[in-house]
């Protein structure tokens, strides 16, 4: 339609109509202004304003008709403690999902948080294009082309990383960060999945490419309380925590830790983690908490790993952490290794994901090859069960499972398969069996039979008596040994058609005694000494009371002999002649070293190659004696079965400016190629006299005038050292100073049981 307009009188003296003057077209034109108002209520007179309309202010009333769209801004309510994303008081846009309904979200079915960090190239972060930042906000382009997200990290690239800061909101054209930034106020954008950090000489984050993936290698340098860590600020739990790790060297006083906890700091107020210290090959899986500073031994509850097969703390793992609401459960390679549930983090306690690796004097040095935090909600936390574990029945429980294979049929076809989980034994009843058939028994504790184990078999026949049969080939019942968790049994060997037919049992009670039948020759070795002897063939007088033998020398027929009361009368000798049983007599120390039969060395202590004679309290001596001038490593050494020892340097005489020796303990694990330090190194000895080491798997001291005392040896050069003695150890000799000379008469041991 055209524009028009309406003509009226001139101005004239009566009332007058409100208008405004305005050009519309060609035509200069009054509007009319006209108010809403209610048709009973003077007062009630809707307003135009561009303010927000108070509380006593009318409006027109509207009736929807149609589709009503909604784009509009409302303001974000604060959200719960640790939110990550938009911030109060900001606004932000109506979401709708695909088909035009609204989207709501609350703490309930929130996953801020979850994040997975492969590590790749040199460094941690990622550019993202030229910035420059003001304060806390960022302004660039294309970030959400760069998969920036709220919780990773953001810095100028050539800044140090110091000057990481977290990303608290994202548009295409500006990022908000949780803090002003410090550093460059311009310069390329680098944003890291999780925010790396060092402290300390040598301490270090590098990144590396193996053969088939990129690792973080964190270093904690030499520096004491240097530290390395990859962090990030997640979420509350319930949380999932992976990563795949490995320690490449450790040290006694370094701890290498990976899971989650409160901040940044290496003494955390709560922590779900594992812990690697003291010693190489230590995990442990610990959870504590104190509001206010770090827990102490009551408010921690810590269990040993053990770890599962193939697994050790240089071997790459995969390591879980399920953070859930009244449990925090620990598993490496998906098997359980710990739960704790006496102390869990609060539902409030904020948890930073964290792989950090600090000490107070020596390297330590882990790597890590990707980092993943799946931040769960209430309704749907992945359910986490030790499958490794079998369920008995809680009652004598039989169940029968039948099978009947016809037709054709092809090698390594499985008839039947079952689990075992908690059951006691299987007997198989075979009805019929294809002709030239067989069938083999295979075990596995993998439900695919990935790796089987051929199992065995017994017909059991009359009287209960029975034949090992494998493979088996007749019909009849078959004992069938429990030797893993699945058990499948397949056909072994084929014919043109046939059937196998035939019933599993499964019992959850031990099953019955079944006497099996001895098959084959039987030798009996050494020589039986029976009384009496008689032509083959002939009769043999009772006297004695003799047990008839069949059997022959080559000459005579012999008997074996009784008393009176029916006691055998037997020696048993070997092929020489000599008894195998001497007679008895009252037991006496220092028994000389005996030759015996392979029955007394089973008596004797296996080392993993040979047997050794089980040893009492001993004294010994390492063969380190002599003239000394440099330092130098002592003559291994093997303990056989003692727990501890008392080991004594003797020095006779000393020469040289400022002589000094020193002596600690070193073991090897591995048979005496590799040698790791066992102790610390005793006090100095410039004077003739003695160097101890105390090592014993007690305490062997306290402080002075407390119970127990101290040992007193008269010496200044001893150490008391709380733990066992490995098997192959060496005493290791520091000599220093100016032409130095120890006249070493003897390292003495004492070996203590």
Known sequence: MADGYVGVAPDGTGKKVDSSELTVGTNVVERQRIVHADDTNPLGLAKVTNAAPGSTDYGSVVRVAGTVIV????????????????????????????????????????????????????????????????????TGTGFLTTSVKPGEYFKISTDADTAYVQILSVTSTTITLASSYVGAASGTGAR???????????AAVTF?????????????????????QLTRKVDFGPLSFRTNTSITTAASNNVITWGYQDGESITPKWFARFRQMNSIGQCFAEVGR???????????????????????????????????????????????????????????????????????????AGSVKFAFVASKNFNAIDTVQNNSQPVTASTAETVLQPFNITGTTSVNQVVTAFDCAKYRHVQLSLTAIQSAGTLTVQWSNDPVFGTTVTGTSELIGANNISTPTTPITA?????????????????????????????????????????????????ISGTATASGAAAAGTAIASAGNPIMVGGSDGTSSRTLSTSTSGVLNAQVTGATGTAMLPAAAASADALANPTITQVGADNMLFNGTTWDRERNNVNGTTGDSGVKTALFNGATQTNYDAR???????????????????????????????????TPSTAVLSTAGTAN???????????????????????IANIYVNSPLPRTWRVYYAISGTTPSFTITGTYVNYIK
């Open 644 to 678: 501890g020892a008392f080991i004594t340097c003797l020095v006779s005489a000393v020469s040289g400016t400022t002589p000094q020796l020193t002596i600690q303990l070193q073991y090897s694990p591995d048979g005496g190629t590799t040698w790791l330090t066992l």
């Open 192 to 202: 890291s999945i999780m925010k790396p950090s060092a402290s300390g000489t040598g």
């Open 71 to 138: 784009d509009d801004q409302v303001p974000v309510a604060p959200q719960f403690p640790g939110y990550i994303g938009v911030s109060a008081p900001s606004v932000t846009d109506y979401t709708v999902d695909t088909v035009g309904s609204l989207m709501t979200r609350g703490p309930v079915l929130t996953d801020e948080g979850s994040f997975r960090m492969n590590f790749s190239g040199t460094t941690a972060y990622d550019t993202i294009g030229t910035v420059s930042i003001a304060g806390a906000v960022v």
């Open 290 to 364: 104190n509001p206010t500073g770090s827990p102490s031994a009551a408010e921690t509850e810590t269990y040993t790993i053990i770890y599962p097969p193939n697994v050790s703390y240089n071997v790459d793992a995969d390591y879980q952490i399920q953070l859930l609401q009244d449990s925090v459960v620990f598993l490496i390679n998906g098997i359980i290794v710990a739960t704790c549930s006496k102390i869990v983090p609060g539902p409030a306690d904020i948890m930073y994901a964290v792989a950090q690796t600090y000490n107070s004097l020596a390297t330590t």
């Open 208 to 228: 590396a490419t193996g053969a088939t993936y990129t690792s973080a290698f964190l270093s904690a340098g030499t520096a004491a309380n240097g530290y390395a």
């Open 693 to 715: 080491i105390y090592i014993y798997p007690t305490n062997l001291s306290s402080s002075a005038g407390s119970t127990p005392a101290n040992p007193v040896t008269g010496s």
């Open 475 to 523: 019909i009849g019942t078959y004992f069938i040994p429990i030797m893993a968790r699945y058990c499948r049994i397949i056909v072994s060997a084929i014919s043109a058609t046939g059937t196998h037919t035939g019933n599993i049992v499964l019992y959850s009670t031990p099953p019955t005694n079944i006497n099996q039948r001895i098959s084959g020759a039987v030798t």
